[in-house]
């Protein structure tokens, strides 16, 4: 099913709420991730993912759903937010985030769970799901980002640029322009190197760039915490570090090729029409691999996942997968 018609009037966030659980897991590695509980413990499990990568988990991404009916459990994913050590890239893969999962999965007690991303979160939700099918009851996700070339060209070289030419100025300058023609590897150049004070400038130019081009708003609404060093270095290191590597897939549209793996499990997409950062090309291209699922075109937003129409799709997900 596609374009479901949006209810009126647009559904809000549930009211605030505090952890009723939280802590540090160890892992295999040199990390040790943060993870909380909220809601209801004997709810329904959703598993909360956050974006990036090298993004963080935030009090608002907690209240897309009933904290009666769910028990919503959120980490920080290696090197990001709490957990520890903060902006580290060692054994930082897509694979070892899928692993930290399942060792969450399994410290909780939890057998299944809806699985609930956005942007980078979507991409690891379905590289879960994909692998471990078993395990997710649904899929909730937002700003379907599939981490192709094309996908990064667009936003990292060419193509958003001519959107957010103001913004794009910005992003560009830290780099010289004889290295412009790869910006993508410049920026990991100046974000892996010795040099912190270029390390610290070039991670605000980055996250900057995204701040400014998540929402319809333009960059007038940037999230304050885009321009912040501590969240901008392991935004951007991280970031950076997955995108030159192509997130760690075996091959080019990994998640389109096996999507075979998951089309059986009860999917919600709600995507900006008028998402920069990911464009909606990418979630149609997933609704003409995976018809099943449904697909919520919100026509008067970007990408973030604050946006009045962004909530409305995202708290209607989360009921309509409490029904499950």
């Not at 009211?15 to 990390?31: D, R």
């Not at 959703?46 to 608002?60: F, T």
């Not at 990994?254 to 709600?270: D, E, Q, Y």
């Amino acid at each position: 099913m596609a374009f479901p018609v949006t209810e009126t009037p647009r559904r809000e966030l549930y009211p605030e709420l505090e952890p009723f659980a939280s802590g540090w897991m160890q892992t295999e590695s040199v990390h040790e991730i943060y993870y909380e509980e909220c809601g209801n413990p004997q709810g329904k499990p959703v598993l909360v993912l956050h974006g990036g990568p090298g993004g963080a988990v935030n009090p608002g991404m907690r209240r897309y759903f009933d904290p009666a009916v769910y028990r919503i459990v959120m980490f920080d994913q290696r090197g990001c937010g709490k957990s520890r050590p903060n902006a580290s890239l060692e054994d930082n893969t897509t694979w070892t985030l899928i692993e930290d999962i399942e060792r969450l999965r399994e410290r909780c007690g939890i057998d299944k769970w809806t699985v609930f991303g956005g942007s980078w979160g979507s991409t690891l939700s379905m590289a879960y799901a994909i692998t471990h099918p078993e395990r997710v009851d649904a899929l909730i996700l937002r700003g379907i980002f599939l981490l192709t070339k094309k996908e990064l060209h667009w936003f990292y070289q060419d193509g958003a640029s001519m959107i957010f030419p103001d913004a794009w100025e910005r992003f560009v300058a830290p780099i010289p322009e004889d290295e412009r023609h790869d910006l993508m590897g410049a920026y990991y150049k100046r974000l892996t190197g010795d040099d912190k004070a270029e390390r610290e400038r070039c991670a605000i130019a980055w996250s900057s760039w995204e701040g400014e081009t998540v929402s319809v708003e333009g960059p007038a609404a940037r999230p304050d915490k885009f321009a912040e060093p501590e969240f901008a270095v392991a935004f951007a290191r991280i970031e950076c570090w997955y995108f030159v590597n192509g997130g760690f897939f075996p091959e080019e549209g990994w998640l389109l090729k096996n999507i075979g793996r998951i089309r059986h499990i009860p999917t919600w997409i709600a995507q900006g029409r008028f998402d920069v950062v990911t464009p909606i090309a990418s979630a149609w291209a997933l609704h003409r691999a995976f018809p099943e699922a449904t697909l919520d075109v919100v026509p008067d937003a970007g990408h973030a996942s604050t946006e009045p129409g962004i909530v409305d799709s995202l708290v209607r997900g989360a009921d309509w997968a409490a029904k499950l």
